[in-house]
Nanobody, 115 residues
Framework: QVQLVESGGGLVQPGGSLRLSCATT????????MGWYRQAPGKQRELVAR???????DYATSVKGRFTISRDSAKSTMYLEMNSLKPEDTAVYYC?????????WGEGTLVTVSS
């Protein structure tokens, strides 16, 4: 059974940092695009960052220069390094993997930015 499991969320003060991880059982060579999405209370889910099989990245304007997406294929794990966090970054963060056949989603990890 394919699984995506996020970890690394928590409570952090404004200006702080967190690193999210997404461990997967998917064969990484079958993944075309992996990404992080987030959903804040009362809002729609939105793309945060994504990384394709060629190493190209794409970031939401609101996180450019603060967040970095990466992956370690040997460990079948994707990361999201988040720096200079703001209260508006508070959301549930979801991991996504797109293969030729389908999309896979994790269950999410909560990030709360508050003093």
């Amino acid at each position: 059974q394919v699984q995506l499991v996020e970890s690394g969320g928590g409570l952090v003060q404004p200006g702080g940092s967190l690193r999210l991880s997404c461990a997967t059982t998917i064969n990484m060579f079958s993944v075309r695009i992996m990404g992080w999405y987030r959903q804040a209370p009362g809002k729609q889910r939105e793309l945060v960052a994504r990384l394709d099989s060629l190493g190209n990245t794409d970031y939401a304007t609101s996180v450019k220069g603060r967040f970095t997406i990466s992956r370690d294929s040997a460990k079948s794990t994707m990361y999201l390094e988040m720096n200079s966090l703001k209260p508006e970054d508070t959301a549930v963060y979801y991991c996504n993997a797109q293969t030729i056949m389908t999309d896979y989603w994790g269950e999410g990890t909560l990030v709360t930015v508050s003093s």
